[in-house]
């Protein structure tokens, strides 16, 4: 029976991840922290909480689909809004407020229900697991953020600093993940060592189309100057970009319902304002798409991205920045023109 790579003498791991890095021309670092986001989505899937969770993000876009060539380094994890709150929300297939007062009180309701479940629940999962497989980490709710678990790993190599030993889990609950489906999820180092265990996994993803809508309307309220944010965000302009070149974003701009439900969503959980007016995501949807940001936000989006390229996060050579953008003005041309016929 292969030794599980996990159990080993910390030499003896960044041996074995040197191995790797020589063979896949990836940095030790990187296939480190692959790793523990395996470990950690199988302690969390394999738990009988794991039924009312869904896998997305970036990570799942790699680590369950292939269909970005980036490394993924954070989970997002959603909770299902049906089983933390059913009080508040019966018996509705999609579950939305009816009001402006309702979605602040659910909202209210949800997030502290959400702390509790994290702070108990969640982190006693991996606490547990880490102490009965006695792998080298430790576990804590992030301190800014009762919503999110960091996992802390004993390192066997150090990167640029763009990349951290810790694995953050950051949970939502407002809404049900879905559409979603169960996908396979490995170590991207196990291939090349056959000899070895590794950790695998089988999440619930979300489907990719609604990931996509999920991510090119982050980028809008980014475009339209409502909320500032460019610290590890160039991913998601990459991510789509990627999205577009294996077909992904021509099936999600063909499915309109859930481009809608998407909007609706944000709508009630997300509202965002550009002087004082709520960014109209249907609008967004439905021919008004922005990908291209300007001035701050576009010089912000550069020195992101160039950092990203340069810890190694993509796995192929990096296109030009300038290049990536004249693709995202491309997709966003016939994101809004394919929502006008």
Same mark, same amino acid.
């Given at each position: #029976?292969?030794?599980?790579?996990?159990?080993?003498? @910390?030499?003896?791991? &960044?041996?074995?991840?040197?191995?790797?890095? %020589?063979?896949?021309?990836?940095?030790?670092?990187?296939?480190?922290?692959?790793?523990?986001?395996?470990? !950690?989505?199988?302690? #969390?899937?394999?738990a009988h909480l794991g039924q009312h969770l869904v896998f997305k993000g970036g990570t799942s876009l790699s680590k369950a689909y292939g269909a970005i060539r980036?490394?993924?380094?954070?989970?997002?994890?959603?909770?299902?809004?049906?089983?933390?709150?059913?009080?508040?929300? /019966?018996?509705?297939?999609?579950?939305?407020?009816?009001?402006? @007062?309702?979605?602040?009180?659910?909202?209210?309701?949800?997030?502290? &229900?959400?702390?509790?479940?994290? /702070? %108990?629940?969640?982190?006693? +999962?991996?606490?547990?697991?880490?102490?009965?497989?006695?792998? *080298? !980490?430790?576990?804590?709710?992030? *301190?800014?953020?009762?919503?999110?678990?960091?996992?802390?790993?004993?390192?066997?190599?150090?990167?640029?600093?763009?990349? $951290?030993?810790?694995?953050?889990?950051?949970?939502?609950?407002?809404?049900? $993940?879905?559409?979603?489906?169960?996908?396979?999820?490995?170590?991207? !180092? !196990? @291939?090349?060592? *056959?000899?070895?265990?590794?950790?695998?996994?089988?999440?619930?993803?979300?489907?990719?189309?609604?990931?996509?809508?999920?991510?090119?309307?982050?980028?809008?309220? #980014?475009?339209?100057?409502?909320?500032?944010? +460019?610290?590890?965000?160039?991913?998601?302009?990459?991510?789509?970009?990627?999205?577009?070149?294996?077909?992904?974003?021509?099936?999600?701009?063909?499915?309109?319902?859930?481009?809608?439900?998407?909007?609706?969503?944000? @709508?009630?959980?997300?509202?965002?304002?550009?002087? /004082?007016?709520?960014?109209?995501?249907?609008?967004?949807?439905? /021919? $008004?798409?922005?990908?291209?940001?300007?001035?701050?936000?576009?010089?912000?989006?550069?020195?992101?991205?160039?950092? #990203?390229? %340069?810890?190694?996060?993509?796995?192929?050579?990096?296109?030009?920045?300038?290049?990536?953008?004249?693709?995202?003005?491309?997709?966003?041309?016939?994101?809004?023109?394919?929502?006008?016929?």
């Open positions: #029976m292969p030794e599980a790579f996990l159990q080993l003498e @910390s030499q003896d791991r &960044r041996d074995a991840l040197e191995v790797v890095a %020589n063979k896949s021309v990836r940095p030790v670092h990187l296939l480190e922290k692959d790793v523990w986001v395996v470990w !950690a989505l199988n302690v #969390m899937f394999s980036r490394f993924s380094e954070d989970v997002d994890l959603t909770y299902d809004i049906r089983t933390i709150a059913p009080d508040l929300t /019966g018996d509705q297939t999609n579950p939305l407020p009816s009001s402006g @007062s309702q979605q602040k009180k659910w909202t209210k309701e949800i997030r502290e &229900r959400l702390k509790q479940w994290v /702070g %108990n629940t969640a982190l006693h +999962t991996i606490s547990a697991a880490i102490s009965a497989e006695r792998v *080298p !980490a430790t576990v804590a709710v992030k *301190p800014d953020d009762h919503s999110a678990i960091q996992i802390s790993y004993q390192s066997v190599s150090e990167g640029s600093g763009y990349v $951290g030993p810790v694995v953050l889990l950051e949970f939502g609950a407002r809404s049900t $993940g879905e559409p979603s489906e169960e996908r396979l999820v490995q170590c991207d !180092a !196990a @291939s090349y060592l *056959p000899e070895l265990e590794f950790p695998t996994a089988k999440p619930r993803v979300m489907r990719v189309e609604r990931t996509f809508w999920e991510k090119a309307t982050a980028i809008h309220v #980014m475009c339209s100057g409502a909320k500032i944010r +460019t610290d590890r965000f160039s991913r998601h302009w990459y991510d789509l970009v990627q999205l577009d070149k294996t077909g992904h974003a021509a099936s999600a701009l063909a499915d309109r319902p859930l481009a809608l439900q998407v909007a609706e969503h944000k @709508s009630w959980f997300f509202e965002e304002k550009v002087d /004082g007016k709520p960014i109209d995501y249907k609008a967004t949807v439905t /021919g $008004g798409l922005r990908l291209v940001p300007e001035g701050a936000v576009l010089e912000a989006l550069r020195d992101d991205y160039q950092k #990203m390229v %340069n810890d190694g996060l993509l796995l192929d050579a990096a296109e030009p920045f300038e290049t990536l953008l004249e693709q995202c003005r491309q997709l966003q041309d016939r994101a809004n023109a394919a929502a006008q016929t």
